[in-house]
């Protein structure tokens, strides 16, 4: 069984900081997704990246899938009270089918 | 409106007694998937399918049944449920199951609590 590791589990930050959250695993992903719960609703896709290396930016927010496809971050810029909510990564398999998920990052962000 | 729905969307039960899950897409998705939630542990995947008819397990398919007898529809059974099935439950469809290239649209998710 392949795992995926988040951290921090926990981010509590104030409005107009930078953060990071890292999604590692011992495994090689064929691609790698982040995904943003809120309270009451299913995980929302907010990107997939595909190659090895590759960076995607959703406007304040980036994504890194790593060099080796093992790991992947979201940095997100400036944060704003918006953006709470938990953050998912999801390891896609080799089959492309079937999804690993990490345990998840929930980050507040005060105003 | 394009969505995933799911009935109930919370449940109180005790032990035993036999419940059925509904979820249902208005997508004409092929691939259906079943997924539980626990508080640190992500989302793990129960039961999945390709298909109508074509259903196959998951990560974590004990104690759990499907069927597939309509494209639309994908309901979750317990026969015999137990406190530990106690989790928050999602339901998923995409048109396809390659997730490199198409999104999986997910349902807003079923509170189970079992006594």
């Known amino acids: 069984t392949q795992l995926l590791e988040q951290s921090p589990q926990f981010l509590s930050i104030q409005e107009g900081e930078n953060l990071t959250v890292y999604c590692n695993s011992s495994?090689?992903?064929?691609?790698l997704q982040w995904y943003r719960q809120e309270p009451g609703e299913g995980p929302v896709l907010l990107v997939t990246v595909v190659t090895g290396g590759e960076v995607k930016k959703l406007k304040r927010l980036t994504f890194q899938f790593g060099d080796a496809r093992k790991d992947s971050s979201l940095h997100i810029t400036a944060a704003q009270p918006g953006d709470t909510g938990l953050y998912l990564c999801?390891?896609?398999?080799?089959?492309?089918?079937?999804?690993?998920f990490g345990g998840g990052t929930r980050l507040m962000v005060k105003p | 409106e394009a969505q995933v729905t799911q009935n109930p969307r919370y449940l109180i039960t005790v032990t035993g007694k036999k419940l059925t899950v509904t979820c249902s897409q208005n997508?004409?998705?092929?691939?259906m998937s079943w997924y539980r939630q626990d508080p640190g542990l992500g989302l793990r995947q129960i039961y999945y399918s390709m298909n109508v008819e074509v259903t196959d397990k998951g990560d974590v398919p004990e104690g759990y049944k499907v069927s597939r007898k309509e494209k639309r529809n994908f309901p979750l059974i317990l026969e015999s449920p137990s406190p530990n099935q106690t989790s928050l439950y999602f339901c998923?469809?995409?048109?396809?199951?390659?997730?490199?290239?198409?999104?999986?649209?997910f349902g807003p998710g079923t509170r189970l609590t079992v006594l």
């Open positions: 999801a390891g896609v398999d080799n089959a492309g089918n079937m999804l690993t």
């Open positions: 998923a469809s995409s048109f396809f199951a390659s997730f490199e290239y198409n999104e999986q649209f």
């Open positions: 997508m004409n998705h092929e691939y």
């Open positions: 495994s090689v992903f064929s691609s």
